[in-house]
Structures are given as structure tokens and as C-alpha cells.
């Protein structure tokens, strides 16, 4: 890293295959993309990740106490897309 040329690449990393606390929602699309939710209870903080096959894509980090807003969020969408008709809770 401390080279005079600097790769303009990412040096390669190791990557758990599947969170060690979190979980792992497949896309229904079946083509090889997954959404990985991980807690890093030593930060205080989650990071959700998208990924294609076994290669993470894009990732978001929030803190601890920013996840009940993040479920909050995920829920009020699925109400909203219910069909009419349908009694929510």
C-alpha cells in the first residue's frame, strides 16, 4: 500500500460466505443475488450488503439504534402494497 505505484484496483479480500450474526435473503429472482444483513455488535452498528453470486456489490452501514427505523421502513412498505381488500394488522 505504500508503494510509489499504487494499484488502481482493490486489493483482494477475504469474505465470510455467510454472516456470522444476520441472515441472508435470496432476491426471487433466482440469479444469483442475495441481500446479507450482518450485526457487528463490537461497533454498534449492521451493515446490509448486496450481492451477485460471491461477489458484494454495494453496501450500507447503520448504527444499532438506526435499525428499528430501517423495519419500520420495510414494514410500512408492505402495507402499503397490499392488496385492497386485504385486512393489515
Do not use: Y
Amino acid at each position: 500500500m505504500d508503494s510509489p505505484t499504487r494499484s488502481a484496483h482493490t486489493p483482494k479480500m477475504n469474505v465470510s460466505p455467510l454472516p456470522r450474526r444476520g441472515g441472508v435473503s435470496f432476491d426471487r429472482r433466482d440469479d444469483g443475488r442475495a441481500l446479507r444483513v450482518s450485526a457487528h455488535p463490537e461497533s454498534g452498528s449492521v451493515t446490509v450488503s448486496i450481492w451477485r453470486e460471491d461477489r458484494c456489490v454495494a453496501t450500507h452501514q447503520l448504527r444499532a439504534e438506526d435499525v428499528p427505523q430501517l423495519i419500520e421502513l420495510l414494514a410500512s412498505a408492505l402495507v402499503s402494497s397490499a392488496p385492497s381488500g386485504v385486512a393489515t394488522a
